[in-house]
C-alpha cells in the first residue's frame, strides 16, 4: 500500500516568515493530495488540495507544489500570523480504492 | 449546519468493556470512514462504508466493527475494550470517494482505555 512521509515532524517560525512543510509518497498511483490543517481540541479541515495534472496551487497565502517524478509534495504558508499555528497532515489517495494515507503530521507554531 | 457530529466527546473504559461511537452527518453523504489518530502517527484508517449498509476494511480493522444501517449515520463499536485501543478517534463523511472526494471530519472522540 501507499507510505506517505512528512517532515518536519515540529516546526518554529517567526511571525511573517514563510514555513515549508515537505510529505514524500510512494505509490505512483496516487493522483490527489489533499493538506489538512486540526487546531487543538478539533478535527482537521481541508485547507488546499493538488491533482496530479497540476504541478502548482495557489489559494492567498497558501501554496501547494507537487512533483511526480519525484514523489513530493509541499505546503508553503507565507507572511505566517499566530492563527496558523496548528498541526498539519498531508495526504495521498490513488486512482483507484477509497483510502486516504495520512503523513504522520507537522505540529507548526508561529512566534508572534 | 452541524456537518459532521461525534458522541460522545470523551470516554473513559475499562479494560474488556464495551462501547459505541456514533457518527452523524447531514450532508448527505455517500462515503463515511472511521479513523484513528495515535501520537506520531497521524490517521489511520479502520474501517469506512461506500454507502448505506456497506461497510469495509481500513488499514487497521482488528479489534473494531462498524455498521451503516443509515445513510447518515456510521457506529464504530469496541466489542472488548484493550489499552491498546486508547485514542482519539475521528469520523470523516465525503460525497464519494478515492480521488474526486474531499473528507469533512467531526471533532473527535477521546477514548481512554484503562
Known amino acids: 500500500g501507499e507510505n506517505v512521509e512528512q517532515h518536519p515532524s515540529t516546526l518554529s517560525v517567526q511571525e511573517g516568515d514563510s514555513a515549508v512543510i515537505k510529505c514524500t509518497y510512494s505509490?505512483?498511483?496516487?493522483?490527489?493530495f489533499p493538506w489538512y490543517k486540526q487546531e487543538l481540541g478539533k478535527g482537521p479541515q481541508l485547507i488546499i488540495d493538488?491533482?496530479?495534472?497540476?504541478g502548482e496551487k495557489k489559494d492567498q497565502r497558501i501554496a501547494v507544489t507537487l512533483n511526480k517524478t519525484a514523489k513530493h509534495f509541499s505546503l508553503h504558508i507565507t507572511e505566517t500570523q499566530p492563527e496558523d499555528s496548528a498541526v498539519y497532515f498531508c495526504?495521498?489517495?490513488?486512482?483507484?480504492?477509497?483510502?486516504?494515507?495520512f503523513g504522520t503530521g507537522t505540529s507548526l507554531t508561529v512566534i508572534p | 449546519n452541524a456537518g459532521v457530529t461525534q458522541t460522545p466527546k470523551f470516554r473513559v473504559l475499562k479494560t474488556g468493556q464495551s462501547m459505541t461511537l456514533l457518527c452523524a452527518q447531514d450532508?448527505?453523504?455517500?462515503?463515511m470512514y472511521w479513523y484513528r489518530q495515535d501520537p506520531g502517527m497521524g490517521l489511520r484508517l479502520i474501517h469506512y462504508?461506500?454507502?448505506?449498509?456497506?461497510?469495509a476494511k481500513g488499514e487497521v480493522p482488528d479489534g473494531y466493527n462498524v455498521s451503516r444501517l443509515k445513510k447518515q449515520n456510521f457506529l464504530l463499536g469496541l466489542e472488548s475494550a484493550a489499552p491498546s485501543q486508547t485514542s482519539v478517534y475521528f469520523c470523516?463523511?465525503?460525497?464519494?470517494?478515492?480521488?474526486?472526494?474531499?473528507?469533512?471530519f467531526g471533532a473527535g472522540t477521546r477514548l481512554s482505555v484503562l
Open positions: 470523516a463523511s465525503s460525497f464519494t470517494g478515492g480521488a474526486k472526494n474531499i473528507q469533512y
Open positions: 505509490d505512483s498511483a496516487s493522483n490527489y
Open positions: 493538488i491533482r496530479s495534472n497540476v
Open positions: 495526504a495521498a489517495s490513488p486512482v483507484t480504492g477509497n483510502q486516504f494515507y
Open positions: 450532508m448527505n453523504h455517500e462515503y
Open positions: 462504508s461506500v454507502g448505506e449498509g456497506t461497510t
